[in-house]
Each structure stands twice: as structure tokens, then as C-alpha cells.
């Protein structure tokens, strides 16, 4: 058995793994285990027991997720719905293209195997436009599920039947939150629902729905066909299972990897990404994404496991890092997250709304060598607004003061010489500043 | 009411029936139908947002609110090609900034504008999931990766893209 099972069937070359390899390398064994021999309470058991935890970016554990779906007659006449979030559009976020390009047999037969767990009879890919390959290759492997029978009606003859589309996106960041992505399947403007109703409940069309990340599911495939065990051994610390790693920045290897949950991040930044790029030093790293809160020299050590990450006063969001040097400014990296953030707003809450382009402008302030010392303690004021849990409808406005506050804490005299200096002192990677 | 949506060609309409047919209501194919009719014309102008309208029994208003909603659906014509350049934080620091500039310089546009010749339109876009290869941009359906401010031979001397 592999210790890197997400990765098994990536091939140097960057080709795709199609059907006939994907199989012969043992695949869709898990589908026939679950439709034969599992039942969709032994397959949740099975999912629960590996203490699997959502790679989307909030960690919340699968197992629990999926056990508030109402089975059998209680979810009522209609249909359930599975959906895999490949909207990947996280800033700093690389991972799932991996696997949507060069593996989407792992990713449909772990698809495959959530809806049967609860049932559900209509599976969505719901994947980010620019996507283009990752699309076409998608389509294809689809095409030769339904050929081979894993789809469709009265799946290899076991009397459950699944249908699954392929939804692409029209564009934007907000269309990754689950609710809001239900709303962009139903084919409305993306704003997040109110919860409860949870879409486990009240989802697609008003139907129970399950809304995963892409690398969760592709977890379920090797869980279900190795046994949460054997999952549970993978890991070197807390969490079970291995995660696509990954780092980019002026590092000298960017790139991702799959490691044990638990890896220490000085490994992943030093042995994996080669450290930092000659004549650039680490100033810091945002772990997971550029919704996490910043990380410093300090943090080197610590082992990439949720709550390990979450104690240091971050999160370990989508486990892809991006790494600041000490040639780029982080009060310029801030900004440059903060306009994502503002743009990206869906515009339905006013703190999110107005309150992100006012740190902005804030930012803009500090560059251009206007800024006093008033303006970072006000800052600070409008971030932890902004920032407060339910201050706002959704994670999006949160998520994007985690840079803003860690960076007030982290580089403090970065703010300082701003204001002192009459602006911005860098001389960026390229000459930016 | 019939002529509103004729402006839609056979191949739309029945490429639009068929996102239709998966789904509980009409209107609940918008998106989808805005994109296929994009596919078709480059853009979506405000006679195919009526017809598309119409034949999926929503106002028009409501649709052009979805329509303007995506970054990927366009309300105004776009060039033969649309660069989507990635202005996130991976390629930032890896000077996408520079890469803009030169850019700008060379096709003679900024953001949101179409060269004079009618063969790009450039835009920004947000992280494009690729930033271990950073700078990157798309022409196009192509991704192309470590751009450099000093070689843009990505874009052809006469402008095409090769
Ligand atoms: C603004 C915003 C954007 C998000 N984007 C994504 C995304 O692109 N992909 C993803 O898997 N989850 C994204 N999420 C998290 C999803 O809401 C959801 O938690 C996740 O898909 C659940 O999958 P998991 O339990 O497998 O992690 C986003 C959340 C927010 C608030
Ligand atoms: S926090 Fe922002 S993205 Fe989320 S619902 Fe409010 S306005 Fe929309």
C-alpha cells in the first residue's frame, strides 16, 4: 500500500492517468468494494473512523459533515445532491489543479463513493472557468465512466445509480464558498445563503446536498479501499492522512507535495521548496492561503496539523503556502491581498462591502507616505471589525483580515517606517517599489 | 416573443434546451446560457441578454444582474483573444507588476481595454491557481507560466498569440 496515495498517479511528464491506467494501478477497487461488500452506513463509519478533516480550508471533519444528510425515507421524495468544490480560487492556492489535470479518475471515484454514502443520485463537479485542461480532461474521464458503467444507471449492477455533471464556473472568488456555490449551480448571482438551513439539509434546489473539496474527496477514494486504519498511520502527527503541500514565492523550488499531516513546515520550506531563493531572506508565510494569518521565523518548527497551526494564532487553510521575502514589502503584500479581498466582496454585507476597500485606501495611504500614526491604530480598529466573527455574513471578510492583523503584529516597524520615511522603502523582487 | 429569441441561433437555443432539460426551473440555466452564447459570439450584447432572457422566462434585468455578477461573462465585445493576467499575491511577488506594465506598453492598452486591431483584450484575474510557476497569465484557453517583463514572444510580433 502507498504512503503517497494522492500522488500515485501523477506522472512526471504532466500527462493524465485516463481510465485504463487508472485501473490497472488498482483503481476503482474502492467503487466495487462499496457497491458490493459496504453498505452507506459502514462506508460512513469508515470515513468517520479516519478522523479525516475538510481540505477546503475550515478543517471541519468529514465523517460529521456527511452524517447530517437525512437518509432513506426521512430526506423525502426528490434527489440528493454530492458536489465537489474545484473553484480553487484561494489566492496562493495550487493543489487541486494537480489533481484535476492530471488524476480526475481519483477525484470521480471519490465522488463516487461520498454519494453513495449519502445516497445522492446527482453529483456536480462545480470547477473555476479558467480551468481549461483540468475541463477537458474531466469531460473525458466522465465519458469513459459512463462508458465502463461506474455511472449512470444501476451502477455495475448493484442497483444504485449516479448521474454526474460537470458545472464551469463563470467566475468568481465567492463561488468557492458552499452556500454561494449552490446559488452559482442554481445559476444565481453567488451570494452566500443564511445557515441553518444547512445545505446538508436544505442544499441544491432545496435538496440535501454535500459540498466537499476536491482533495477531501479524493481522501474517501483510498479510505474506503484501504481502510481508515491504514489512513489513521499515515500522518506523523495529530491528523490522520497526507495533504498536498505546497509553497510558492521566491523560493527556490515552488511547487507541491504530498507529505504526512504533521510535516513540520521548516521541512516543507527547506527540503521540499529548497529554501529561499539566493539573495532573498524569510520574513514570513501566510500556511494555508492567503486568507491565514501570518507566520514567522518563529514558526518554523511547528508540525502542519490543524490545531497545531490554529494554537500559533493561524489556520491551515488549503496548506499551501506562500512564502514573503525580505525584498518585497509586506505592508505591499497586504495590500495586494486586501484588493483581492475587495474585489472580490459579493457586495451583500456592508462591513465587507465598504469596510475591505477602506483598508485599501488605508494601505494606499501608508505607501504613498500619507499615513500618521493615527491611521494605524486605525487600521487596526476597522480590521477587527471587519474581521469580527459575525460581523458579517460569510468567511470571506475574515478570512481577509487575517493578513491585515497578523501583519500589524508581525511587522509593526514595517508600518513605523512607512510613516516615517514618508513611504514605501522596498526595492521589490522586481524594482515594484 | 418568438422573434426576441431568434436572434439566438438553432445550435444556442438547443445547446441552451439541453442545460435546461437537467434542472428543476428554466431559469436556473442563466449562467450556463450566458456562457454558451458567449462561446458562440465572444460577448454577450444586450439583444442576446433579451433573448436569452426570454427563452429562459426571467426579465431581462435579472439576468444582466447575473451576467454582471462573474468576471468571466462579458457585456462589451472583447478582443479575438482575452489575456487574463493573474495579479494575486504569488504572482506579485514575483514582480507580475513589471509584467503588466510591459505588457501595456506593448499592445498599447490598459485593463479592460481591446487593441486597436481588435486581436486582444486584457484583463486582470484573480490567482489562477498556478503560482508555483508564477508569473502567469492566459491567451486564450492557454496557460502560459514564468513570464518575464523582458520576453513576451508569447505574443507574436504582429500581435497573434503562438
Ligand atoms: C470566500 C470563500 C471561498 C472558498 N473557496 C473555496 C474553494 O475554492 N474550494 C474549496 O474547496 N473550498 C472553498 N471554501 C470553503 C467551502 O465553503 C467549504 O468549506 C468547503 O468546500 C468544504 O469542503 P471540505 O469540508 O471538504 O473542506 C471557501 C470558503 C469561503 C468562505
Ligand atoms: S462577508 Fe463579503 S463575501 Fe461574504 S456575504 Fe458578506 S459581502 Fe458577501
Redesign the interface.
Known sequence: MTERPLTQNIRADGASTFLADYEANGGYSGLRKAVSSMTPESCLDEVKNSRLRGRGGAGFPTGMKWSFVPMGEKAGPGHKYLIANAD???????K??LILEQDPHQLLEGMMLAAFTIQADIAYVFL??????AAERLMQAIAECYEAGYLGDNILGSGYSLHL?L???????ICGEETALIN?L?????NPRPKPPFPQVAGL?GRPSIVNNVETLCNITHIITHGADWFQTLGRGEDSGTKLF?????VKN???WELPMGTPVREILEDHAGGMRDGYQLRGFLPGG?STDFLVEQHLDLAMDYDVIGKAGSRMGTG?M????DR?CPL??VR??SR?FA??S?GFCTPCRDGIPWVVQLLDRFEQGQATEDDIALLEEKAAFIGGIGNTHCALAPGAMEPVNSALKYFREDFERHITAGGCTYN?????H | MSDVIATLSPEEISEIEHEIA????R??????A??IVQKHRGWVSDESLRAIARLLEMSAEELD??AT?????FRKPVGEQVI?LC????C????C??VKARLSERLGIGYGETTADGRYTLLP??????????PVM?VG?E?HTHLD?TDLSVLSPEGAAS
Open positions: 480553487e480560487m484561494e489566492p496562493g492556492t495550487f487541486d489543479r473555476r472557468g479558467e480551468y481549461v485542461l455533471h458545472h464551469r464556473s463563470a467566475g468568481r472568488y452559482a442554481e445559476g444565481k448571482r453567488a434546489w505546497g509553497a510558492s514565492g521566491n515552488p511547487g507541491v492567503g499551501t506562500i512564502v514573503l521575502d518585497n505591499g503584500m495586494n491581498l483581492f474585489h472580490e459579493c521589490g523582487a522586481a524594482g515594484r | 437537467l434542472i428543476p426551473r431559469d436556473g440555466a442563466a449562467i450556463d450566458l456562457l444582474g447575473i455578477f462573474y468576471n468571466l461573462i487574463l495579479d494575486s499575491v504569488s506579485w511577488l514575483r514582480g507588476e513589471q484575474v484573480p490567482c489562477l491557481g498556478a503560482c508555483d510557476r508564477a492566459m484557453d496557460l517583463e
